[in-house]
């Protein structure tokens, strides 16, 4: 399955669940997740992300692996989103700040 990463948490761009064929992103307060059960790895979201948030469970950042079980879990209890809506106010100041992970609201 792809995998939403770190860079995702405050930005909240949702490029992403535009291209999804399969309709499979979940939407938290300042993140989104990927239900890997029904993800069928087209690859289609991983360009669209402004904040490169997105990768393949086989090829994931080194530190980035805790969100494999995190996208697996939220995608249970989080709506699901298929439109496109405005990034969250303080996205660009957020984009590439480092382990946001603190900061995520579940
Ligand atoms: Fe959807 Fe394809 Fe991205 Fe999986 S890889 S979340 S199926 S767009
Ligand atoms: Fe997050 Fe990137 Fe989608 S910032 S909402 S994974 S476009």
Redesign the pocket.
């Known amino acids: 399955?792809?995998i939403v990463t770190d860079n995702c948490i405050k930005c909240k761009y949702t490029d992403?669940v535009e291209?999804?064929?399969?309709?499979?992103?979940y939407e938290g307060p300042n993140f989104l997740v990927?239900d890997p059960d029904?993800?069928?790895?087209?690859?289609?979201?991983?360009p669209e992300c402004p904040a490169e948030a997105?990768f393949s469970e086989d090829e994931l950042p080194a530190g980035q692996e805790a969100f494999v079980e995190i996208n697996a879990d939220l995608a249970g209890t989080w709506p699901n989103i298929t439109e496109k809506k405005d990034p969250l106010p303080d996205a660009e100041e957020w984009d590439g700040k480092p382990d946001k992970l603190q900061y995520l609201e579940r």
């Open positions: 399955a792809f992403c291209v999804c064929p399969v309709d499979c992103f990927i029904e993800c069928i790895d087209c690859a289609l979201c991983e997105i």
